[in-house]
C-alpha cells in the first residue's frame, strides 16, 4: 500500500492523558474508501484514537498522518459524529440547521438567504437528509426528536461536505436493532458510492460484521488490526487481553466473545492517582 | 376611576398621547436609548438563551450595580460604571470558564462572584450618601435624564458589538449548539466563548441603563425565550427576540411616562406577559403534534 493511498496512518504512536498512558505502539492504516471498525472494551481508548485522528489531541509518541497532511490540517475533508450526543428536550433548533452547519458552520458572516449559493446548499442539505431517511422529520425542532431520529441528522451532518474520510464514534449505540443494521447498510453504501474512509467505533461488531472491511481491536493499551475473522478470534485477543479468551460463533453466524476482562482490570494502574 | 390615577396627564387619544410623548427631548433620546438597548439585548439574549448562559448573564447584571455606584461615587458617568465593571466581570468569567473546573465548580465560582458585586455595591451606595435617592433607578430603571451623548454613546458600543456578532454569527451559532463538532470542523469554540462573554458584558452594561441592574433579564432573557418557543428557525428566531425587546420596550417607556412606576417594572411585566402567553400556546400546540409523531413510529 502506497502512502498516498492511505486515509489514516498510525505509526507507533502512543496517547497520554491526565499522566496515564492510554494506548502506546499502535501502527495501523485505514486505505482510502475502505470501511474500518473500531473495537474494543469500554475505556480502551476508541474515542481518543477518533480525536487524535481529528487533531484534538496531541500524541506522545509516534505520528499520524491524514489524507496525506498531519492530524488537524485536513478538517474540511473529515465528517465526525462524536459519541452519544444527545440534544436537550429544551433546544429549540431545526435538524435542517444542524445538517447545514455541517456544510458552512465554520465559514464567517452570517447566511444571507436569495444567493445562489445558499440555494444550492440547501438543495445539498435536502439531499443528505434524504439518504439517510431523516426527511420526515427533519424540520422539528432537534431536542424533541428520538435518539435514533437525532444520530440519523447528524449522520446526515457529518456527510454533508461529501468527505473523505468519516469518523464515527458509536453511531449505533442508541439505536434498535433494525435501525443498527439499516444505518450500519448506509454507511457501507456511502463507503462504497462516495469512496470514503469509514471508521466506525463500536460495541458490539455483529450488526457490521457483514459489511466491514477490516477491523481495529484496542485493548490493554495496545492495539490489533486485520480481517474481521483473524482479529476477533480466541488466539489473537488472548494476547492481547493477556488473558485466556474464546471466540464462539454462533449458528447464525454472531460472534460472542467470552471471558472478555472489564477495561478496569486491563487498565491496572488506573486507580494510581487517587 | 382608582386604577387610572396612577396614568397621569394620559388622554387616552393614541395619537395624542405619542405626539405628547416625542415632544420632550428627553423622551425623544429615551426612547432613542431604548431602541438601540432593545436591539443590541434582542440579539445577544437569543445567543445567550441558546448556550444556556442566563446564569453568567444574571451574575454581569448584579455586577452592573456595584459599577454604577462606584461611577457616582467617583464622580464619573454612570456608563463608564456600567461599561467598566461589566467588562471586567465577562472578562473574570471567561478566566472562570477557561480554567476548566467541574461544571458545579464553575457555578459555585460564579455564584461567589455574584455575592461579592452585591456587597461592593451596598458598601458603595453606603460610602456615598448622595446616591441613595438614585438607588432605585439604578436598581429599577430610569427614562429620565438621558442624554444625547449617551445616546451617541449607546449606539457607537450596540453597533461595535452587532458587527462583531454578525462577523461570528454562524461559527458562534455552531459553537452553541455543537461545540464538539464545531472544535473538530477548525471553529474556534475557546475563543468565541470568551468572545461571547465580552458581548454579553456589553449588552447588559447597555441593558442596565434603561431597565436597571436587577431588570435587566427582562429585555435580555425573556424576549429571546420567547422567540425560542415561537420559532426553531435561528434567523426568524433572532428577528422575533428584537421584535419583542422594542415593543415591551417602546410599550414600556410610554407606560411609565405617563405613570409613577419605573419603567423597570413595566418592561418586565409585559415581556413575562407575552412569554406566558407564548409558553401556554406552544403547550398547546405540541401536543397533538407529539401524539400524532409518536402514533407514527410505532404504526
Ligand atoms: N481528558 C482526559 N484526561 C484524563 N483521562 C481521560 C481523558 N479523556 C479520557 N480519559 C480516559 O482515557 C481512557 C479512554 O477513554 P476513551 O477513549 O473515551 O475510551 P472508549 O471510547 O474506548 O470508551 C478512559 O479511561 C478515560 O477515563
Ligand atoms: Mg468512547
Known amino acids: 500500500m502506497t502512502a498516498k493511498a492511505a486515509a489514516v496512518r498510525f505509526e507507533d504512536a502512543a496517547v497520554r492523558l491526565g499522566g496515564r498512558t492510554i494506548w502506546s505502539?499502535?501502527?495501523?492504516?485505514?486505505?482510502?474508501?475502505?470501511?474500518?471498525?473500531?473495537?474494543?472494551?469500554?475505556?480502551?481508548?476508541?474515542?481518543?484514537?477518533?480525536?487524535?485522528?481529528?487533531?484534538?489531541?496531541?500524541?506522545?509518541?509516534?505520528?499520524?498522518?491524514?489524507?496525506?497532511?498531519?492530524?488537524?490540517?485536513?478538517?474540511?475533508?473529515?465528517?465526525?459524529?462524536?459519541?452519544?450526543?444527545?440534544f436537550d428536550a429544551g433546544t429549540r433548533?431545526?435538524?435542517?440547521?444542524?445538517?447545514?452547519?455541517?456544510?458552512?458552520?465554520?465559514?464567517?458572516?452570517?447566511?444571507i438567504p436569495g444567493l445562489p449559493s445558499r440555494?444550492?446548499?440547501t438543495e445539498r442539505v435536502r439531499e443528505v437528509i434524504e439518504l439517510v431517511g431523516a426527511a420526515g422529520y427533519a424540520e422539528e425542532p432537534i431536542g424533541q426528536l428520538s435518539g435514533g431520529e437525532q444520530q440519523r441528522l447528524l449522520i446526515a451532518q457529518a456527510l454533508v461536505r461529501r468527505p473523505q474520510l468519516l469518523l464515527l464514534d458509536e453511531p449505533l449505540d442508541s439505536l434498535d436493532?433494525?435501525?443498527?443494521?439499516?444505518?450500519?447498510?448506509?454507511?457501507?453504501?456511502?463507503?462504497?458510492?462516495?469512496?470514503?474512509?469509514?471508521?466506525?467505533?463500536?460495541?458490539?461488531?455483529?450488526?457490521?460484521?457483514?459489511?466491514?472491511d477490516r477491523v481495529v481491536y484496542l485493548a490493554g493499551g495496545k492495539a490489533v488490526e486485520g480481517r474481521p475473522e483473524e482479529v476477533i478470534s480466541s488466539g489473537t485477543l488472548s494476547r492481547l487481553y493477556g488473558a485466556p479468551i474464546e471466540v464462539l460463533r454462533a449458528s447464525d453466524g454472531r460472534l460472542v466473545v467470552v471471558g472478555q476482562p472489564e477495561a478496569p482490570f486491563v487498565h491496572g494502574d488506573r486507580h494510581a492517582h487517587g | 376611576m382608582v386604577e387610572l390615577s396612577i396614568f397621569q396627564g394620559v388622554s387616552w387619544n393614541v395619537v395624542s398621547d405619542v405626539q405628547q410623548l416625542f415632544s420632550y427631548p428627553f423622551m425623544v433620546n429615551a426612547l432613542e436609548a431604548g431602541t438601540i438597548v432593545a436591539v443590541m439585548a434582542g440579539v445577544t439574549g437569543w445567543f445567550m438563551v441558546l448556550r444556556r448562559q442566563t446564569f453568567a448573564g444574571h451574575t454581569l447584571s448584579v455586577i452592573a450595580f456595584p459599577g454604577a455606584a462606584a461611577a457616582s461615587l467617583a464622580g464619573l458617568p454612570l456608563a463608564v460604571g456600567y461599561f467598566g465593571f461589566c467588562g471586567l466581570g465577562a472578562l473574570a468569567l471567561a478566566g472562570i470558564a477557561g480554567s476548566r473546573r467541574s461544571l458545579s465548580g464553575e457555578s459555585a465560582a460564579i455564584g461567589s462572584l455574584q455575592a461579592l458585586a452585591l456587597a461592593l455595591g451596598f458598601l458603595f451606595v453606603s460610602l456615598y450618601q448622595g446616591i441613595l435617592n438614585g438607588l432605585d433607578s439604578l436598581l429599577f430603571g430610569t427614562f429620565l435624564g438621558i442624554t444625547s451623548d449617551q445616546v451617541t454613546v449607546l449606539l457607537v458600543v450596540a453597533a461595535v458589538t452587532l458587527v462583531l456578532v454578525c462577523v461570528a454569527g454562524r461559527p458562534l451559532f455552531f459553537a452553541s449548539v455543537d461545540a464538539d463538532v464545531a472544535r473538530a470542523a477548525g471553529v474556534p469554540v475557546q475563543l468565541l466563548g470568551f468572545g461571547f462573554l465580552l458581548v454579553l458584558g456589553l449588552s447588559v452594561a447597555e441593558t442596565s441603563q434603561i431597565t436597571g441592574a436587577l431588570l435587566v433579564f427582562s429585555l435580555l432573557v425573556t424576549p429571546a425565550a420567547t422567540a425560542h418557543q415561537l420559532t426553531a428557525r435561528p434567523g426568524l428566531g433572532i428577528a422575533l427576540s428584537v421584535a419583542i425587546a422594542l415593543a415591551v420596550t417602546w410599550l414600556g417607556l410610554a407606560l411609565a411616562y405617563f405613570s409613577i412606576y419605573p419603567v423597570g417594572f413595566y418592561v418586565t411585566s409585559l415581556a413575562f406577559?407575552?412569554?406566558?402567553?407564548?409558553?401556554?400556546?406552544?403547550?398547546?400546540?405540541d401536543r397533538p403534534r407529539a401524539t400524532a409523531r409518536l402514533a407514527g413510529a410505532t404504526s
Open chain 1, 25 to 86: 505502539d499502535v501502527s495501523l492504516t485505514v486505505a482510502k474508501g475502505e470501511f474500518v471498525a473500531v473495537l474494543g472494551p469500554n475505556g480502551a481508548g476508541k474515542s481518543t484514537l477518533i480525536k487524535a485522528v481529528l487533531g484534538l489531541l496531541p500524541l506522545a509518541a509516534g505520528s499520524v498522518s491524514v489524507l496525506g497532511r498531519p492530524a488537524g490540517q485536513a478538517s474540511g475533508a473529515i465528517g465526525y459524529l462524536p459519541q452519544r450526543r444527545n
Open chain 1, 93 to 111: 433548533i431545526r435538524g435542517l440547521d444542524i445538517v447545514h452547519l455541517g456544510l458552512d458552520g465554520a465559514r464567517w458572516g452570517v447566511p
Open chain 1, 119 to 121: 440555494a444550492r446548499e
Open chain 2, 273 to 285: 406577559g407575552i412569554y406566558v402567553l407564548v409558553r401556554l400556546g406552544r403547550g398547546i400546540l
Open chain 1, 177 to 212: 436493532l433494525p435501525n443498527q443494521a439499516a444505518v450500519a447498510a448506509l454507511v457501507r453504501r456511502i463507503c462504497r458510492q462516495e469512496q470514503v474512509a469509514v471508521m466506525l467505533v463500536a460495541h458490539d461488531i455483529n450488526p457490521i460484521l457483514g459489511y466491514l
